[in-house]
């Protein structure tokens, strides 16, 4: 599914990440790794909100060529969300909605499965970091892409809502959506099977055993 | 600035110098009218018609009153801006160096009114006009007053104020915001002073060129030139514009949109923002310069401000470097315009720059760099 070649990160001077060949196959997976070790940077490389050298292809899709395609094809969420403060959560979700050519049903029921739609009118300045994760949430889930990425997707989050996620989850996977999730936390093999982990160390990225 | 205390050095790299850095277009502009336009002879006339008529004085007072709201805006924003939350550990200082801190930033901030204030009132000593000495004291004493204590206020209480209104909500069920409103709202909600001393500066140069075509013959190239002014004046703004872009909506970029579309919406943004400055063009210098000349000038300023927008592209690192190049190609275009280069010229190649430059760096641009 996703395939890296000569992937390549830096900041200025400074490498960031560094893959030269790595395959990643359909399905849930877990991203593992120590903080600053690179998964935010890898999962906004793959998002193609960060711009890199070398390859990165979703099936056929390459990222630096067909980049309307692709990014079609990517959905991500952010770890810590922010949005502009008189927004409400409305605005950005009928905006990406129009752009993911998402159906009113799905928005519908994502709202109704996250809580989002007790908060649909109220502007993002007033919410918690809970609420704005939430949002940033159903954002990530809008449209039919392929991939899915979540940063962290489980921070700040109360349990009935993580229990709703991992429901979603299951819910697109079986519907043949992958999904990469990175956490510092444990997913519970009960409500989230997890196919493959992959850590981040060394500047590259590893399949765990 | 090694020899000063780490709680001040801090401070005023994060207060003071991001200020200025985030104001240059804004201080182009003044540096421009006030060493190029008026001679040192004339300032010192300037000041003392101020000392001598309260009316003037009360001008003066009010146009740098709104620098300095300005200002106190501006650390008020920073202060409830994420990422900034640990300049609130200030309160664990004692009271007094509080003050001492806020003062030193204030002061930093407000050097230009401070100075020229400072200067009416010796001017004011001088003549004995004790009205005005007292004036520009009591000026000088409520902003930094405000500044320090409004600063203080936010580091003890943060995120006041943030209540959603009836009609806000209201609103917000009514409508769903065009995304090319974004940026304009965001404008009037975060940055309303801002965005009408922009506002201030650009039309007050438009104002007064159609009161000089009224009184004299000039050819198109003044209007031209206030044009060019004009568009950069709102470079901060432009800055602004390309921190909401990439920063506040950074999730932009993972959206399935055209190249197209999103320099559309660019091109939109830049146009509602100077709705004001296209009435006047057309109101003011429709009748003196021709309608037709007039009407080209409506494009070139939105020419101007997409070329100023989209060369933030670029990263050019240090920033003073940028800001150079910024200068000199305002001297550029000022020369072209002296050498009668044909506006539409310049209109043609100001957007095939700035769509070059948004097709060649918008998906190379590094959006986490520091700015």
């Known amino acids: ?209 | 600035m090694n020899k000063l205390p780490i709680d001040l050095r801090l401070l005023i790299r994060t207060l003071g110098v991001r200020f200025y850095q985030e104001n240059i277009g804004f201080f182009f502009v003044l540096l421009g009218f006030g060493l190029g336009i008026l001679r040192p002879t004339e300032h010192i006339y300037l000041i003392q018609a101020t000392v001598g008529s309260a009316y003037v004085l009360g001008i003066v007072l009010i146009a740098w009153g709104l620098f300095c709201l300005k200002a106190i805006v501006f650390t008020s924003q920073q202060l409830e801006a994420p990422g900034y939350e640990w300049i609130r550990e200030t309160t664990l200082l004692p009271l007094l160096r509080q003050i001492v801190v806020w003062m030193w930033v204030m002061l930093l901030q407000c050097l230009l009114p401070t100075i020229y204030v400072g200067i009416i009132v010796f001017q004011a000593i001088y003549y004995q006009q004790w009205p005005s000495v007292a004036l520009g004291a009591v000026f000088l004493l409520i902003v930094y007053t405000l500044g320090i204590w409004r600063a203080i206020h936010k580091t003890y209480h943060p995120g006041t104020g943030r209540t959603t209104s009836m009609f806000t909500l209201r609103l917000n069920r009514w409508m769903v915001k065009p995304v090319y409103l974004w940026f304009g709202i965001a404008l009037l909600k975060q940055y309303p002073v801002s965005l009408l001393l922009t506002k201030l500066l650009s039309l007050g140069l438009l104002l007064i060129t159609a009161q000089l075509y009224m009184h004299d013959t000039y050819d198109y190239r003044l209007l031209t030139v206030t044009v060019l002014a004009s568009g950069f004046s709102h470079t901060m703004l432009m800055y602004r514009y390309h921190h909401f872009q990439h920063i506040s909506l950074l999730f932009f970029r993972n959206l399935p949109i055209s190249l197209t579309q999103r320099f559309s919406t660019n091109l939109l943004t830049v146009a509602l923002i100077l709705l004001p400055e296209f009435a006047v063009l057309l109101r003011q210098f429709g009748p003196e310069v021709g309608w037709v000349t007039a009407g080209w000038h409506i494009p070139l300023l939105i020419s101007f401000l997409m070329v100023i927008y989209h060369s933030r592209l670029l990263q050019v690192i240090p920033e003073e470097k940028f800001f150079q190049w910024l200068f000199y190609t305002f001297v550029i275009y000022f020369l072209l315009i002296m050498f009668s280069i044909p506006p539409l010229l310049l209109l043609l190649t100001n957007f095939f720059v700035a769509a070059a430059l948004f097709r060649i760096h918008y998906y190379h641009h590094e959006p986490s760099l520091p700015e």
């Open chain 1, 1 to 209: 599914m996703i395939n890296f070649v000569e992937f390549k990160k830096k900041y200025g001077a400074f490498t960031a990440l560094q893959i030269s060949q790595q395959s990643i196959p359909p399905g849930i997976h877990w991203l593992k790794g120590q903080n600053g070790s690179g998964k935010t940077t890898l999962l906004k490389c793959l998002a193609g909100l960060l711009p890199f050298s070398g390859n990165i292809s979703l099936y056929e899709l390459n990222a630096q060529q067909q980049r309307i395609g692709y990014r079609e094809q990517v959905n991500y969420g952010e770890a810590e969300p922010l949005y502009p403060e008189f927004l409400s959560a409305r605005d950005l979700i009928q905006f990406v909605a129009k752009t993911r050519r998402a159906q009113q049903s799905q928005i519908d029921s994502l709202g109704k499965a996250l809580g989002v739609q007790q908060f649909l009118y109220q502007p993002c300045g007033s919410y918690s970091s809970g609420m704005l994760k939430k949002l940033s949430l159903v954002l990530a889930l809008l449209g039919s892409s392929k991939l899915v990425l979540l940063d962290e997707p489980l921070i700040t989050l109360d349990t009935s809502t993580v229990d709703q996620l991992y429901a979603l989850i299951r819910h697109y996977a079986s519907a043949g959506r992958s999904f990469l999730l990175s956490s510092h936390q444990e997913f519970p093999a009960g409500k989230l099977p997890i196919n493959r982990i992959y850590e981040v160390r060394n500047k590259t990225i590893y399949e765990v055993e």
